[in-house]
């Protein structure tokens, strides 16, 4: 059955009955329904729609045994990995731990070093101190490489 | 594993001792360019071109010319002198490293009299541009650079 209604749209109707409008926008389609028998329908056909599929998922839910699954799962697993592999189960974890070590004595061993290695962030250059006779100091600096300028007037 | 790991261990220090000598470097090479920048007849001097771009977002000048351009190895507490125009000199020492940005003393004399002087920590491989004296219808720039390697 094709909607007549123009006010609102499928989609509207559809957020409508998941109670995701907006709180004054949802008192609105609710007051407009009272008086649309064509919007009414579809509220109706989404809310029957709505709790079949909840019913179905609940069936579904209930029918789902995680022992059974994860029993049938391991298994697949086992047979799909060739005989190689299932040897090399145990050596494979000491791989991963002797690499985790060397990470992490690398990382360990470059801390001292990390103002060494990677560039700092910040101006050009940081003025510690400025001391003259002129008239005026501006300190500034450009906005795309951040190159720092010292501007003094001689008079 | 114990063996595994006494190796790693000494592959890390030698790792490090590798990582060492950016720090040992006892000599900083510092260049001075001395530019006049004017708003003249529109002319950027080859070498200056980046400077140049950089500069035009707070600078309304057209013109920029390197009058001069020296490098300088300096030790750590040695002075490096370059003369510049209207009876000016500039002084640079490098004093320290921290992190990884060399610390600098600047100096302008003029007639044998401090007119200027400032103390900054300058990034590797980086400059600090120090402007303003007026010279010959235009500005005197100094673009001051330090590297360590």
């Known amino acids: 059955m094709e909607k007549t209604c123009t006010r609102y749209r499928p989609e509207q109707i559809s957020r409508f009955v998941d109670h995701e409008l907006a709180k004054g926008i949802q008192d609105e389609v609710a007051r407009h329904l009272v008086s649309c028998p064509d ?6 056909r989404y809310t029957a729609l709505d709790r079949g599929f909840n019913h179905l998922a609940e069936h579904e ?20 990995r060739p005989p190689g592999i299932r040897v090399l189960k145990f050596f494979n974890k000491n791989i991963y731990l ?18 060494a290695l990677f560039d ?4 050009s250059a940081i003025v510690k101190s400025v001391d003259s006779d002129v008239a005026s100091i501006m300190i500034f600096e450009t906005q795309k490489e951040q190159h720092t300028i010292i501007w003094f007037s001689e008079t | 594993m114990k063996g595994f790991i006494t190796k790693i261990f000494i592959l890390a220090g030698f790792f ?8 040992a470097n006892s000599q900083v090479l510092t260049e001075v360019k001395v530019i006049h920048a004017s708003t003249g007849p529109v002319h950027v001097d080859p070498g200056l071109k980046p400077f140049a771009s950089e500069l035009e977002s707070v600078f309304k000048y057209t013109s920029y010319r390197l009058l001069k351009d020296e490098q300088m190895n300096l030790e750590f507490n ?30 302008i004399r003029k007639n044998n009299h401090s007119i200027f002087q400032t103390r900054v920590l300058l990034k590797n491989n980086d400059s600090i541009t120090i402007g303003g004296p007026r010279y010959q219808n235009g500005t005197l720039l100094f673009n001051i650079s330090g590297s360590m390697h």
């Open chain 1, 39 to 44: 919007c009414r329908g579809l509220v109706d």
């Open chain 1, 61 to 80: 839910i209930l029918k789902f045994d995680p022992d059974q699954v994860k029993q049938r799962l391991g298994s697949a697993l086992e047979d799909s």
């Open chain 1, 98 to 115: 002797k690499l985790a070590s060397i990470a992490a004595i690398l990382i360990i061993s470059l801390i001292p070093f990390r103002g």
């Open chain 1, 120 to 123: 700092p962030s910040g101006p």
């Open chain 2, 16 to 23: 490090a001792l590798l990582i060492q000598p950016v720090f």
């Open chain 2, 78 to 107: 040695r002075e490096g002198r370059v003369n510049l125009p209207g009876g000016r000199t500039l002084i640079v020492v490098p004093s320290d490293v921290k992190g990884k940005r060399i610390g600098y003393q600047i100096n």
